[in-house]
């Protein structure tokens, strides 16, 4: 299901933003993209090297990216070359979106009309915005708030004091109270003479049969989107970063912490205050321990512990080796 919360400009051309291109490569830029998702008209980014399969495949017209990862896009993609791609996308954005940089309050919200949703029950003090979608026998707590455009699926529970915007819910989806969902991520690219916030234009999609506990918070995706996938537990106070990939039938216990894009596999279970670095991949059916510090890749099917995270026999003998030594 497409939805879009953040409308790009109309009529804007590469070359208005970028001078040097020749005619004969000028287009109408539809939308920014990731690179997996990209088409013909869209403009992209590249700018880790992690990102070099996506980058072979992608089917976008143009790509920013520097003189060592160009060589990896298709010959036939417009190969924007530039010395800092996320400062040079960040200025892009703004142009294309101009109101992505901040949350900006809605103030299309209204109590919610009861001819028009109605098999959902309302607590007191609920906000809707223009265009809200709530599925059938959903139930939303006292004084929350859910932004326009947002679609929150049938037999959802959402608690009391919750705000959501650009995001998408599933079915059978409980979300408990005071979470936030949706609010702009923790973006900024270091400048000398100042730090340069970086606009988010993604969304939150949150797979069916979720639960997200008390006082969680999940920031939509920078470019991509942040998603939580079916059947998923989260245990109070976790933090969600943007564009972080959280797998099916995972349970997270409290206070653990995503740094942006990290990606976790299904039927993960990690432990009370982890912690995962940004742009890892986290494998299938992995285990983590309570207080673990996850700093580099970790493969399917294994069992870690420690900062920095190491397999679980190597973590026991290490410590059994510290204690001998005391």
Known sequence: MKSSFFIPKKNIRISKIYKHIHKDNDFLINEVKPLHEAGKSDLTFFDNIRYKSAALKTKAKACITTTKLAKFLPKSILKIIVKNVLFDLANTINIIYPKADKDYPDLSLKSPI????????????????????????????????????????????????????????????????????????????????????????????IGDDVEIAAGCTIDRGSVDDTVIGKNTYLDNQIHIAHNVKIGSNCMIAGQVGFAGSAKVGNNVSIGGQAGVSGHLKIGNNVKIGGGSGVIKDIEDNQIVMGYPAISLKDFIKKNKNNNGQN
């Open 114 to 205: 009861k001819h028009k949703y109605k098999s959902v029950k309302f607590g007191k003090n609920v906000l809707i915005g223009k265009n809200v979608k709530i599925g059938k026998d959903s139930i939303i707590g006292s004084n929350s708030i859910i932004e326009h455009n947002v679609i929150v699926g049938k037999n959802c529970i959402i608690g009391s004091n919750l705000i959501i915007k650009n995001s998408i819910i599933g079915d059978r989806v409980i979300l408990q109270d005071g979470s936030k969902i949706g609010q702009k991520g923790f973006g900024f690219i270091p400048q000398k003479v100042r730090n340069i916030k970086f606009p988010h234009i993604g969304r939150v999609i």
